[in-house]
Nanobody, 125 residues
Framework: QVQLVESGGGLVEAGGSLRLSCTAS????????MGWFRQTPDDEREFVAV????????YYADSVVGRFIISRDNDKKTVYLQMNSLKSEETAIYYC??????????????????WGQGTQVTVSS
């Protein structure tokens, strides 16, 4: 099975930037679709971004287009989320997730089989 370990969360001022990392274990990484979600205590888990496996493209939630960039390094088995121009309302726990099947319903958290532990991102005003 795939194990995911996240890092890079922390405290940042509004308008600042932060880069999250998620490193996967296991033999296969390049074929996985890798997604990022975020969640606040009273809300459902929200889709942020996904990058497809096998050299596929990236897709973003409308609210982060132009500010966030998802990327991957298959040699390091790591997916990144570069977050720029952060807003205070984006304070949340951020999770990475893996989908071995490359579902087209990538905005739905239920299609992902593996999840990281989450990393806290706090954006101060």
């Amino acid at each position: 099975q795939v194990q995911l370990v996240e890092s890079g969360g922390g405290l940042v001022e509004a308008g600042g930037s932060l880069r999250l990392s998620c490193t996967a274990s296991g033999r296969i990484f390049s074929t996985l679709s890798m997604g990022w979600f975020r969640q606040t205590p009273d809300d459902e888990r929200e889709f942020v971004a996904v990058i497809a496996g096998n050299g596929g493209g990236s897709y973003y939630a409308d609210s982060v287009v132009g500010r966030f960039i998802i990327s991957r390094d298959n040699d390091k088995k790591t997916v990144y989320l570069q977050m720029n121009s952060l807003k205070s309302e984006e304070t949340a726990i951020y999770y990475c997730a893996a989908d071995p099947y490359g579902s087209s319903w990538y905005r739905d958290s239920s299609v992902y089989d593996y999840w990281g532990q989450g990393t806290q991102v706090t954006v101060s005003s």
